[in-house]
C-alpha cells in the first residue's frame, strides 16, 4: 500500500479515540503546503505527504490543553520534538498518538527560491510542482524548469541520523536505512572566523529583524509564548525599542532557554520572514551541550535531559582542574 | 499627468539625484530578503519582485521616540521633583522608491487614522509630509497577491507621488500628485508622451495576471454577523502560531504600543509597532484579557480589516491584497480563505441558555 493511503488507514482507524489529527494539507499554491487538523474520516482527502511538507507539527501539541486526546503525523525530525516535550512533562504520552513517517528530506523553500532567482525566475509565481526521480519539477512563468532534490532539500536533511520517527505509535511505509553523521562541520566553521567577523555578520543579519516572534512561536519547544520575557513589561527585561541590542538580546535569550532542547528541527529559521539564519545560534549551543553531554536532544526517549538533572560531578567537565 | 521615459542605464544617476538631497530608501537583497534601505552609490535596487517588509518604517517606524525626559531633583527639597520633556519628531525628507502600489496603497489606510479632523498625530503627519513615493507598477502577479479584490489593481496610482512603469527598455515616468511632478524635471528623464499606450498593455497584463476578482462586499456584515461564532473562528486559526509576522509585514496595520523605557532619572517614551496577535496586546491591568486564545485575536485581525474598518470608513477595506501576510506566514494562513468561508459558510447559531 502506498505510504499516503496506510497513513490514512491509521489515522482513521484511531480517530474515534482522538479529538483530532494534524497532518499536512495543500496551501495557498503549489509550492506550500500547510497544517490540517483531521476530525473526522472525510477531512482525510486533504491530507499530503511530500518534500513541502517543511512544517514541525509536534508545534501544536503544547497549545491544547491537557486531557485533549491528539493525534500528529511527524517526519524523522519532528518526532525528536515530541519526544523532548514527552521528557521534559510538557505533554502527557496518553495524550498523544504519534504518527511516524519515514523521510528522505524535505525542501527549503528559501533554496528554491535562489535557484529559481538565478533563472531570473520569482517563487511567488510558481503555478505547478512535481517530484520526479530525484528531481522537482516546476512551472514558472510559461517556463519548465527542473532542480536536483540535492540542490533544494534543506541542510538539515544533509545532515539527518533521524530519518525514521524516533517515537511512534504508528508507522506508515518503510524505515529508511542509513544515517549521516553531524560533527557541527558549519558551526565549526563559524567559529573560525575572528570574534569581530562573527559580531559584524550577526548585526548585518539582525538588522533585518522586525521583532515579530515568528521564530519564536513557530518552535514546538519555546513554551511560555504569551508569557515571553522579551515583551513582558512586569518585569521589564527588554526593551522594546527595535535597536540591535534588543534584537540581539532577545536571540540570546531565545538561543539560551532551548540549549540542550532544541532539536534542531528548523521551524524558526524556516518561519522567519526575512530569513535569518537562527538554527546558526541554536546549533551553537547544542554542540557545546554534544560536548559536555554527549547529549542530542529528543533522541532517547528514557533519559533525563541533562540540564533538567544535576549530578555533583559532571563526567566531562572538570571543575576542580580549573 | 506628464509621460516621462526614464532608460534603464539611467536609473542609478536618477537615484543619486534623488538621494543628493533627501534619504531615498530602495528595496535591496539581504539574503534571501528583500527589505527598503537608503541608496548610496552602488546600492543595486530589486526591482523584479515584490520585497518582504513594506517601507511602512518610512512613516511609521517599528520603534520611535515620541519624547525624552528628565527628572530633576530640587536639592533644597529632594522631595520635590521636576520633569523635564522633549518632544522628539524626526521627519527627514524622504523618498521610497521601488515600493508596489499596494505598499503604498497602506498609507492611505493610515491617514484615515492619524491625520484626519478628529485627530492629528504630528509625528505621523510630520513624516507623512516629507516623504514621497516613486512606485513601480507590477507586471506579473504572484500567487498571493490579491490588490485586485480590495478595489486596487497592479498599477493603482492611489498614494503614489510618482508612478514608474516597466515598458522596453526603461521605464515609463509618470507623476501623479503635485510633489511628484516636481521629481520629474530631472534631465535624465526623456519624453515619454509617445510610450503611454505601452504601459497601459502592461497595466492590463499584471490585471489580468491576477485571476478571478472575488468581491468581499459582503464581508463586513458577514464577519459580525460570525462574531459570536467561536467554532467558526477556532476552526480556521487551529493553525495560526499567534506570531505577528502577519501584522508587522502589513502596509495597512498600524497599532503601537507606547512603553516608557527608563534609566535611572532620565529616559524615553517610545512608541512601537504591536500586534493584534500577541496575548498582550490586550492585556488588562487586572489580569484580565478580553482576547484570551488565538481565535479571538485572528477574530479581531480580520474583522478589523473586513469589517470594522469599513464599518466607519466608507466600506474601504484595510487591506492592500499585498498577500504577505499569506506568503510570509510560518504556517500559510490564508486570509483570502478566510474572509470568504466567513462569506460563505453559514453562521452558527448561539446555543440558548
Not at chain 1, 215 to 239: F, H, K, M, T
Not at chain 2, 222 to 239: H, N, P, R, T, Y
Request: aromatic fraction near 8%.
Amino acid at each position: 500500500m502506498p505510504l499516503l493511503e496506510e497513513l490514512k488507514a491509521q489515522i482513521t482507524r484511531r480517530l474515534p479515540e482522538l479529538d483530532l489529527v494534524i497532518g499536512w494539507g495543500q496551501g495557498y499554491d503549489p509550492l506550500h503546503h500547510t497544517p490540517v487538523f483531521i476530525k473526522t474520516e472525510a477531512d482525510l482527502d486533504k491530507l499530503v505527504f511530500d518534500p513541502l511538507c517543511v512544517h514541525n507539527l509536534s508545534t501544536y501539541l503544547t497549545r491544547y490543553v491537557h486531557g485533549k486526546k491528539l493525534g500528529v503525523v511527524v517526519k524523522g525530525c519532528d518526532s525528536r520534538s515530541v519526544v523532548e516535550l514527552l521528557q521534559e512533562k510538557l505533554i502527557k504520552r496518553e495524550d498523544v498518538v504519534v504518527f511516524g513517517l519515514p523521510c528522505e528530506g524535505v525542501a527549503d523553500l528559501g533554496k528554491i527560491k535562489r535557484a529559481l532567482a538565478e533563472q531570473d525566475l520569482d517563487i511567488g509565481r510558481v503555478r505547478t510542482v512535481s517530484f520526479e526521480k530525484g528531481s522537482l519539477a516546476l512551472t514558472v512563468a510559461g517556463k519548465n524548469v527542473e532542480l536536483p532534490m540535492s540542490k533544494v532539500l534543506a541542510d538539515k536533511c544533509g545532515r539527518c541520523k533521524y530519518h525514521n520517527a524516533v517515537i511512534h505509535d504508528e508507522f506508515a511505509g518503510q524505515p529508511i536505512e542509513g544515517q549521516s553523521q553531524d560533527a557541527y562541520e558549519d558551526v565549526a566553521a563559524f567559529e573560525g572566523q575572528t570574534l569581530e567577523e562573527r559580531m559584524e555578520f550577526w548585526r548585518e543579519q539582525m538588522e533585518r529583524c522586525v521583532r515579530c516572534y515568528a521564530c519564536r512561536n513557530a518552535c514546538p519547544l519555546c513554551v511560555c509564548r504569551d508569557y515571553c520575557i522579551a515583551q513582558s513589561r512586569e518585569p521589564g527585561w527588554v526593551s522594546q525599542r527595535d535597536g540591535l541590542e534588543e534584537k540581539l538580546f532577545f536571540q540570546m535569550i531565545h538561543a539560551t532557554h532551548l540549549a540542550g532542547r532544541c532539536t534542531e528541527c528548523g521551524e524558526c529559521e524556516r518561519a522567519c520572514p526575512v530569513d535569518i539564519p537562527l538554527l546558526l545560534l541554536k546549533r551553537k549551543l547544542n554542540k557545546e551541550i554534544l560536548d559536555l553531554f554527549d547529549y542530542r536532544a529528543g533522541t532517547e526517549p528514557d533519559v533525563k535531559p541533562p540540564l533538567l538533572s544535576f549530578k555533583v560531578k559532571e563526567e566531562n567537565i572538570n571543575e576542580r582542574g580549573w | 499627468m506628464a509621460a516621462k521615459y526614464l532608460a534603464s542605464e539611467k536609473l542609478p544617476a536618477w537615484l543619486a539625484e534623488l538621494a543628493a538631497s533627501r534619504v531615498v530608501l530602495v528595496p535591496v537583497k539581504e539574503r534571501d530578503a528583500v527589505v527598503f534601505r537608503p541608496y548610496s552609490e552602488g546600492v543595486k535596487p530589486v526591482l523584479d519582485r515584490q520585497a518582504n517588509v513594506p517601507p511602512k518604517a518610512s512613516i511609521f517606524p517599528a520603534s520611535e521616540s515620541l519624547m525624552s525626559f528628565k527628572y530633576i531633583k530640587n536639592p533644597e527639597d529632594l522631595g520635590q521633583v521636576a520633569v523635564e520633556v522633549h518632544e522628539t519628531v524626526d521627519a527627514p525628507p524622504t523618498v521610497v522608491f521601488g515600493g508596489r502600489p499596494c505598499d503604498v496603497r497602506g498609507f492611505n489606510i493610515f491617514d484615515r487614522v492619524y491625520d484626519c479632523p478628529k485627530v492629528q498625530d504630528p509625528y505621523y503627519k510630520a513624516r507623512r509630509e516629507n516623504t514621497l513615493f516613486v512606485t513601480l507598477a507590477c507586471e506579473d502577479a504572484e500567487n498571493a497577491c490579491f490588490c485586485h479584490w480590495v478595489g486596487s489593481s497592479p498599477s493603482d496610482p492611489v498614494g503614489s507621488d510618482v508612478l514608474l512603469t516597466p515598458i522596453q527598455g526603461g521605464y515609463l515616468v509618470e507623476d501623479v500628485s503635485k510633489r511628484g511632478k516636481a521629481l520629474l524635471s530631472s534631465k535624465l528623464l526623456a519624453d515619454g508622451s509617445k510610450r503611454s499606450t505601452e504601459a497601459k498593455a502592461v497595466h492590463k497584463a499584471a490585471l489580468e495576471s491576477l485571476g478571478e476578482v472575488w468581491n468581499p462586499e459582503k464581508a463586513p456584515a458577514k464577519l459580525l454577523e460570525k462574531f459570536d461564532d467561536m467554532g467558526f473562528w477556532e476552526d480556521v486559526s487551529a493553525k495560526c502560531v499567534s506570531c505577528g509576522a502577519c501584522t508587522y509585514l502589513c502596509p495597512t496595520c498600524y497599532c503601537f504600543n507606547v512603553t516608557d523605557e527608563r534609566s535611572g532619572m532620565k529616559g524615553e517614551r517610545i512608541r512601537t509597532w504591536d500586534n493584534c496577535m500577541s496575548y498582550l496586546f490586550t492585556l488588562e491591568a487586572s489580569g484580565h484579557n478580553p482576547r484570551p486564545t488565538k481565535a479571538h485575536r485572528l477574530k479581531n485581525r480580520v474583522g478589523h480589516k473586513f469589517s470594522y474598518y469599513p464599518d466607519i470608513h466608507e466600506g474601504i477595506f484595510a487591506c492592500c491584497g499585498c498577500g504577505r501576510c499569506i506568503k510570509l506566514c510560518p504556517v500559510s494562513v490564508d486570509i483570502r480563505e478566510i474572509v470568504r468561508l466567513a462569506v460563505e459558510r453559514p453562521t452558527a447559531k448561539p446555543e440558548k441558555s
